[in-house]
């Protein structure tokens, strides 16, 4: 007779049979018991015959006794010896023949294997034609959804647009107004601190006013837009395909570009432009607080210098810049959730991959405009 113990599991040797005593409490918290010992036992001499088990010990249990049970199945049938499973309490037997019921399909178990260099770039690559492939038709789609629209004939809801429109204008005025005036303040301040040095901090508020009417506006508020309402389009659109929303809108009819994306689009474009004017004063704002605070210059000083600084074409680039900002952030959050999965985890990651989207496209695109209008001279 020798008994084998490990935490609250012993295996002892009654002759030929390998009894398996079960002890204490059985939680998936606490982990789960190595059947290595078993496989020890199985092969040691003399021969087992028989596996038994004596479960007078045990109290509380949960599922992990049940998948240590059926390794013990697995590697006593492997080696030939029959399980008794006699000693074990009736809900643990009924569940344990349950999980037996039905035999393992061959080839279900696949083991993980390196997946070589080119094979996974090649992958990879087909994966980017076959998105490009996506967004290229629905960009088609939306152009003439666009069309539609312009012909008046788009079918949505005018209450789904109002809503909207409250929901990407009016709603976001505080997170755009905190983060405005905190940029407005860090670039006078790092203008400040080198300008002091040659006696030139009245252009402070000239370095101010040009970056947010230029530049800062307009990519800031779409960088805000892209996080907080281009994840709701894509959680939005994605939580109805979960729910099979988008199948029902083609069953009865309604396209689902019209009736969710166009009015979602239609909103930002309307907004985007108010929002990037609004973001433009509170930045100057932020400024003229610097400029005041730690420059001693007055505020009629600061806001004359400012508009003498800056142009209406300034102006005119950083609302156009946010039109298509506003233009860039839709189609992400849309894009993102129509291709979402069916699962509650794949709309979040829709929502994820839409921001990572958004932001993208914003800075490509300001890369571009920066491009062109230097060539253009504006």
Not at 3 to 8: E, L
Not at 278 to 290: H, P, R
Not at 323 to 341: D, E, F, P, T
Not at 347 to 370: H, K, L, Q, R, Y
Request: positive net charge.
């Amino acid at each position: 007779m020798k008994a084998t113990v490990t935490n609250q599991v012993s295996f002892e040797r009654v002759g030929g049979v390998l009894l398996v005593s079960l002890a204490g409490r059985w939680q998936l918290r606490r982990g789960l018991a190595s059947s290595k010992v078993l496989e020890k036992e199985l092969q040691g001499l003399p021969r087992i015959t028989r596996v038994a088990f004596d479960t007078e010990r045990l109290n509380n249990w949960d599922s992990s006794i049940l998948t240590f049970l059926a390794t013990v199945s697995d590697v006593a049938r492997q080696r030939g010896v029959p399980v008794d499973p006699a000693g074990l309490p009736p809900g643990i037997h009924r569940l344990l023949d349950l999980a037996e019921a039905v035999p393992e399909r061959a080839g279900a178990r696949q083991e993980a294997r390196q997946v070589p260099l080119l094979e996974r770039i090649g992958t990879g690559t087909f994966a980017l034609a076959g998105s490009a492939g996506e967004l290229l038709s629905f960009v088609g789609d939306m152009a003439i959804t666009l069309v539609r629209l312009f012909r008046m004939k788009a079918r949505y809801r005018a209450s789904d647009l109002f809503l909207l429109i409250q929901q990407c204008g009016p709603q976001a005025l505080p997170i755009v107004t905190l983060i405005s005036f905190l940029v407005g303040v860090i670039l006078a301040f790092v203008g400040a601190v080198q300008l002091k040095q040659f006696g030139a901090q009245i252009y402070v508020a000239n370095l101010v006013g040009v970056a947010m009417l230029r530049e800062m506006g307009a990519m800031m508020t779409a960088i805000l837009m892209a996080g907080r309402t281009g994840a709701a389009f894509a959680a939005q659109i994605g939580t109805m395909k979960v729910t099979q929303e988008i199948d029902a809108f083609t069953t009865v009819g309604l396209s689902p570009l019209e009736f969710l994306v166009l009015p979602r689009t239609v909103a930002l474009i309307l907004m985007m432009p108010l929002l990037c004017l609004y973001a433009d004063l509170v930045g100057i704002a932020g400024g003229a607080a610097i400029g005041v605070g730690m420059l001693d210059l007055s505020w009629k000083t600061y806001f004359q210098q400012t508009v003498d600084a800056v142009s209406l074409t300034d102006l005119a680039g950083g609302v156009f810049k946010s039109c298509v900002y506003g233009v860039l952030i839709a189609l992400a959050g849309c894009l993102r959730g129509l291709q979402s999965g069916t699962s509650s985890s794949a709309v979040g990651d829709a929502a994820t991959s839409a921001v990572v989207t958004g932001i993208v496209a914003i800075i490509v695109a300001c890369g571009v405009f920066a491009v062109v209008f230097y060539v253009l001279g504006i």
